[in-house]
T-cell receptor
Framework: QQQVKQSPQSLIVQKGGISIINCAYE??????FPWYQQFPGKGPALLIA?????SEKKEGRFTISFNKSAKQFSLHIMDSQPGDSATYFC?????????????FGTGTRLLVSP | EAGVAQSPRYKIIEKRQSVAFWCNPI?????LYWYQQILGQGPKLLIQ????????DSQLPKDRFSAERLKGVDSTLKIQPAKLEDSAVYLC???????????????FGPGTRLTVL
């Protein structure tokens, strides 16, 4: 119930292409879904996040699509660049409980080839 | 604005030895988290503090792990004695005071990479 399943494990995309990473959850009490980006030797950094009252959120080249009925959400990176090469983690938490405990997916290693 | 500071960045110890990690959160952040990130996995929350009180330590192996946050600022995480399976990156994160219904960004430090031989 506390798991967040993420796929694919790794992804290679050509420069300018679209990168898509998918996540699925079971616990319907989750109400906050952030995506974190992590570069080697660094801690994760918040990229974009969504609450379940909207189906899509866009910030620059990054878009989250959220399907509440399917309990799935995905990250789309448009016009992928070599600088986007990193590991991406989806996460979920129950904001309304006040605990903010993030449950992370297993990560997707993205490589954008020049 | 200074980020979350952690030290040391790397530590190699023998199994059954003790080790301690230090974290200094972003100034003004009331909430502090310690995560364990095993290679190839996502971070897993070990313990969450709000000021100097523990909010959640349900996933902390209390027989060997301990953490404290004196004066509600810096925090230390200790492992005693260490096991091979404790090899991981230990991440500290901080956020503003957690309130029900409010989403506060967690800011992560660079982590301490622990290798247990």
């Amino acid at each position: 119930q506390q798991q967040v399943k993420q796929s694919p494990q790794s992804l290679i995309v050509q420069k300018g292409g679209i990168s898509i990473i998918n996540c699925a959850y079971e616990n319907t009490a989750f109400d906050y879904f952030p995506w974190y980006q992590q570069f080697p030797g660094k801690g994760p950094a918040l990229l974009i996040a969504i609450r379940p009252d909207v189906s899509e959120k866009k910030e620059g080249r990054f878009t989250i699509s959220f399907n509440k009925s399917a309990k799935q959400f995905s990250l789309h990176i448009m016009d992928s660049q070599p600088g986007d090469s990193a590991t991406y983690f989806c996460a979920a938490s129950r904001v309304n409980t006040g605990f903010q405990k993030l449950v992370f997916g297993t990560g997707t290693r993205l490589l954008v080839s020049p | 604005e200074a980020g979350v500071a952690q030290s040391p960045r790397y530590k190699i110890i023998e199994k059954r030895q003790s080790v301690a990690f230090w974290c200094n959160p972003i100034s003004g952040h009331a909430t502090l988290y310690w995560y364990q990130q095993i290679l190839g996995q996502g971070p897993k929350l070990l313990i969450q503090f709000q000021n100097n009180g523990v909010v959640d330590d349900s996933q902390l192996p209390k027989d060997r792990f301990s953490a404290e946050r004196l004066k509600g600022v810096d925090s230390t995480l200790k492992i005693q004695p260490a096991k091979l399976e404790d090899s991981a990156v230990y991440l500290c994160a901080s956020s503003l005071e957690v309130l029900a219904g409010r989403t506060d960004t967690q800011y992560f430090g660079p982590g301490t990479r622990l290798t247990v031989l």
